[in-house]
């Protein structure tokens, strides 16, 4: 008899603490990002320092502390990617997946876009973390979604390579 009390507290722990984990990773660390018009979809014009603010409408967005490439975000704009030709274009852009509940965001479909050519990415803002870039998508019919990638920094700092000259000095936390 204390064995199966043994083993059914052990399935329930496991149960439970699967389970918290689950939550953690696709809800717990999760929060909406509340807009501030004029300032939430912004791209760097090619050859400028600051990024500037492009009209935008129906903005969404979310995003977590645990991790600066956490963000993701929607809207839409009267803009297409013909006429955004001044933006500094992103290299290789791969978006990165959202939760299963923020469903405006779906990061296969706007690959595909991308790579299709119904789709552009541009620099939105360099390093808004530290080696992170913000990327802003516009597809043909007006839909944008942005998310947070590593920069070449980036990569370098977080696999443990020396950063080198190149790379601006990381912040003291």
């Given at each position: 008899m204390t064995g199966k009390l043994l083993a059914?507290?052990?399935?329930l722990s496991a149960?439970?603490?699967?389970?918290?984990?689950?939550?953690?990773?696709v809800y717990g660390f999760y929060y909406e990002v509340e807009p501030q018009p004029g300032q939430d979809v912004l791209l760097l014009a090619t050859g400028a320092d600051q990024p500037q603010a492009i009209a935008y409408t129906a903005f969404q967005a979310i995003d977590a502390d645990s991790s600066p490439i956490r963000y993701r975000a929607c809207f839409e704009t009267d803009l297409t990617p013909d006429q955004m030709t001044a933006f500094t274009p992103a290299q290789n852009p791969e978006p990165l997946t959202a939760p299963g509940w923020f469903d405006c965001y779906d990061a296969p479909a706007l690959a595909d876009a991308l790579k299709d050519g119904q789709a552009q990415a541009f620099i939105?803002?360099?390093?808004?973390?530290?080696?992170v870039d913000r990327i802003v998508a516009v597809t043909q019919d007006g839909k944008g979604y942005v998310w947070h990638a590593l920069?070449?920094?980036?990569?370098?700092?977080?696999?443990?390579?020396?950063?080198?000259e190149e790379c601006p000095p990381r912040p003291q936390e």
């Open positions: 059914l507290i052990l399935l149960a439970l603490a699967g389970g918290g984990m689950y939550y953690l990773q939105g803002t360099k390093n808004i973390h530290y080696g920069n070449n920094c980036g990569e370098k700092a977080y696999d443990g390579t020396v950063v080198g």
